[in-house]
């Protein structure tokens, strides 16, 4: 396949987008372009991400590299030598795109061969519904050079877990558009997608749809923080009597003494919900390894893709492969992903197990945890001690992850344990030096978006 005829590629990642709000027979949200796309082109169902935080999950998906190989302290985007980007540009694509105006996406808008590559979202939480689809409708239609790879990093979804209600969904409010803001959201970018679908031709173009990682959707609206006393009236006097040079300081204690005073509360609340709904009441940045911060979409449609519904346990990690290999790119050497592409063609692939490791908080945490996942089994522990927090869940009887079975079950953690040391055994080292002005920025940026 030459140049001339390669098709172009449209990847689109829609921040935290869970598999079931766009595919499954209980959905609530209304994704009609979805809906057609996966009826055109070939759906996993079955995908899942190594990490529950982008910049991991990123890492993964950009290298075909497991984080343990990029670094699982790492807080912004690390590109090695065999990234898609490079390798897309070693056959001669023309590289755009559109992320977040973040230190952390730096590497990849480097990549980038349009000037206008990044919006602002840190302080203006730009949507499709505020203008980020016309963007992206001026990026394709100003794409002249051919065969070219865009890459578009949609963060709609991520106000969500900070507690706000996304721009621009004011037109999906109605519960016609889903049952949760969650479901609302993804019915707006659904419908935005759809103009920008207008503008691509599905006949000399592939496009792929994923997520980063998943997400929790708080079971009937409510989080365990909904349930808290407020103490409105205390903080008030505190802030009036206080010295505003102690307020910080007073405000933590309040929060302490409100979670302590609303415990027995919530444990009631929660007494009759599985141990999958008291999860989705957790706050949204608790560091967690369970499938619904795991599960993502994997769409694959266009020129010289077929129609599939794939029910294969596949990875994060193999869609670099997979891409090399439709289009008849050399493989890149020393990854950890292998090719999905005889799914695509009906024909069957060895399963293989996803490394999985939590997006670290700033400093080490009791909570970092580490694990692997079969297709049957899930097994994840406490970083710092593998005996602590350890957790093994039958899959295929409790896709959930609801019975917590690893106590009668050591000879399946053991073994599972011994898997997830071999794998991390013989890592692929790679060094990226940062500056301490760029580590701040980095920080500052990952607290306005509640990761520290």
Known sequence: MNSTNRPNVIFLLIDGLRKDEIFDE?????????????????????????????????????????????????????????????????????????VPDMEIYEPIKKKFENKLNSYDWINGNESLATGLTKKIINILQSNNSEPWISYFHILDLHPLREGKIPNGIEEFESSDFGSSNYSKTVSSIDYWFGKILEC?????????????????????GRTNSDMEHRLDRTKKIGKSVLPKKTHEKAGKMLS???????????????????????????PYFTLSLHDENLHVPILIVGKGISQYL????????????????????????????????PLLEQKQIQENIQYLHTMPYEKPHQDDAVGIRTNKYKYFRSVQNPNKNVHLYN??????????????????????????????????????????????KIEEELKKMGYL
């Open 395 to 440: 899959l295929q009887k409790d896709p959930h992850e609801n019975h917590n079975i690893s106590e009668n079950n050591q000879n399946v953690v053991k073994e599972l344990e011994e898997e997830l040391s071999r794998l991390i055994k013989n890592p692929i080292t790679f060094n990226e030096e940062m500056s301490d002005e760029d580590d701040k």
């Open 26 to 98: 209980n959905k609530t949200s209304k994704t009609p372009n979805f809906d057609s796309l996966i009826k055109s082109g070939s759906f996993f169902s079955n995908a899942f991400s190594s990490a529950d935080g982008t910049i991991l999950a990123l890492n993964t998906i950009f290298n075909s590299l497991f984080p343990f190989n990029t670094g699982v302290r790492e807080r912004r985007i690390v590109l090695t030598d065999n990234n898609i980007f490079n390798i897309f540009q070693k056959n001669k694509y023309h590289i755009f795109g559109l």
């Open 200 to 220: 691509v031709d599905l006949s000399n173009t592939i496009i792929i749809l994923t997520s980063d990682h998943g997400e929790k959707i708080p079971y009937k």
């Open 256 to 282: 302490k003494i409100r979670t302590s005073i609303s415990k027995p509360k919530i444990i009631i609340e929660n007494q009759e919900l599985t141990n999958y709904q008291k999860r989705s009441r957790t």
């Open 310 to 341: 794939i029910k294969n346990f596949v990875r994060h990690v193999d869609i670099l492969p997979t891409l090399c290999d439709i289009l008849h790119f050399e493989l890149p050497q020393k990854i950890n992903g292998v090719s999905f592409k």
